[in-house]
């Protein structure tokens, strides 16, 4: 019914930049809230951002200021500009999109297939 695919993943030295992207297809009526989640190995998968239809973002508090959070609503498309990255940011980074497909009333939760962000020198 809906995919989301991620790509831009990646190995990146300390201080470094990386934008990962994730494009929802599929029977799609209308998105509202997209975001994106992280889950480093023996740790719970916690928000990192989220941006809503109209644009509204939020952030956690420990990319505040680092990461920044955009989407192109033409294209299904949501993205993460990840700057000054740390070691402590290497995750496998998800991507979440909350859809309304056609032909249905209501809204739900997809999720994509998750992208490796290593941070490391």
């Known amino acids: 019914q809906v995919q989301l695919v991620e790509s831009g993943g990646g190995l990146v030295q300390p201080g470094g930049s990386l934008r990962v992207s994730c494009a929802a297809s599929?029977?799609?009526?209308?998105?509202?809230?997209m975001g994106w989640y992280r889950q480093a190995p023996g740790k719970q998968r916690d928000l990192v951002a989220s941006?809503?239809?109209?644009?509204?973002?939020n952030y956690a508090d420990s990319v505040k200021g680092r990461f920044t959070i955009s989407r192109d609503n033409a294209k299904n498309t949501v993205y993460l500009q990840m700057n000054s990255l740390t070691p402590e940011d290497t995750a496998v980074y998800y991507c979440?999109?909350?859809?309304?497909?056609?032909?249905?009333?209501?809204?739900?939760?997809?999720w994509g297939q998750g992208t490796q962000v290593t941070v490391s020198s």
């Open positions: 941006v809503t239809s109209g644009g509204s973002t």
């Open positions: 979440l999109a909350n859809v309304r497909i056609v032909s249905m009333s209501t809204f739900r939760n997809y």
């Open positions: 599929g029977s799609i009526s209308s998105i509202g809230i």
